[in-house]
């Protein structure tokens, strides 16, 4: 079993920078690839970011490549989301997620999921 808590979501203006925390509790963390999804109102979950459970091999999203980075701290079983240049668009509820399956895209192939955080950017 794996628990994770978001945190670090919060209102920020466009161009600004957050940074999303993921601390996880249960002995098998290091071994779960982890990812970032998020939901904004009116639409279906989708993929930010994953990462394998080393921290050797990643994954983004077309739309925040080169703006978001995936990061994780096997010792302190936390992952972090650092989003930069934020937009509009990026505003949701921001949930991490743990798979033996992965680093993958799939929601469906994660098993654990936080109860989420919620990022808002106004422009």
């Known amino acids: 079993q794996v628990q994770l808590v978001e945190s670090g979501g919060g209102l920020v203006q466009a161009g600004g920078s957050l940074r999303l925390s993921c601390a996880a509790s249960?002995?098998?963390?290091?071994?779960?690839?982890m990812g970032w999804f998020r939901q904004a109102p009116g639409k279906e979950r989708e993929f930010v970011a994953t990462?394998?459970?080393?921290?050797?091999?990643?994954d983004y999203a077309d739309s925040v490549k080169g703006r978001f980075t995936i990061s994780r701290d096997n010792a302190k079983n936390t992952v972090h989301l650092q989003m930069n240049s934020l937009k509009s668009e990026d505003t949701a509820v921001y949930y991490c997620?743990?798979?033996?399956?992965?680093?993958?895209?799939?929601?469906?192939?994660?098993?654990?999921w936080g109860q989420g955080t919620q990022v808002t950017v106004s422009s």
């Open positions: 997620a743990a798979g033996q399956n992965g680093p993958v895209e799939n929601p469906d192939e994660y098993n654990y």
């Open positions: 990462i394998n459970w080393r921290g050797t091999n990643t």
């Open positions: 249960g002995r098998s963390f290091r071994y779960y690839a």
